[in-house]
């Protein structure tokens, strides 16, 4: 979001500094390489302290999605065995 010498782009950088939004694309396709890949991604950005970073679009979303779902799953299906065997 800031050019060669530093100075910030226009619409990526908010007003007051405070906020800076870049694009990385992502071109996995299908669930778990798009996981795999947002992952990787978060575990690469090494903010300095004071700042925070955020993965977030589709991709971003789609690996929160995987993540949350594939828990549930799990979670519905003991829950169904249970049931049945009760």
């Known amino acids: 979001p800031f050019t060669p010498d530093g100075r910030p782009v226009r619409g990526l950088v908010s007003a007051d500094g405070s906020v800076a939004v870049t694009v990385v694309p992502v071109t996995s396709t299908g669930g778990k390489k ?3 890949t947002v992952d990787a991604l ?7 302290s004071g700042l925070t970073t955020d993965v977030t679009g589709p991709a971003g979303i789609s690996a929160d ?3 949350i779902f594939s828990d549930v799953d799990f979670r519905l299906l003991a829950a169904t065995a249970v049931l049945v065997l009760v």
């Open 42 to 48: 978060r575990d690469a950005l090494h903010p300095p």
């Open 65 to 67: 999605a995987i993540a």
């Open 34 to 36: 798009v996981r795999e």
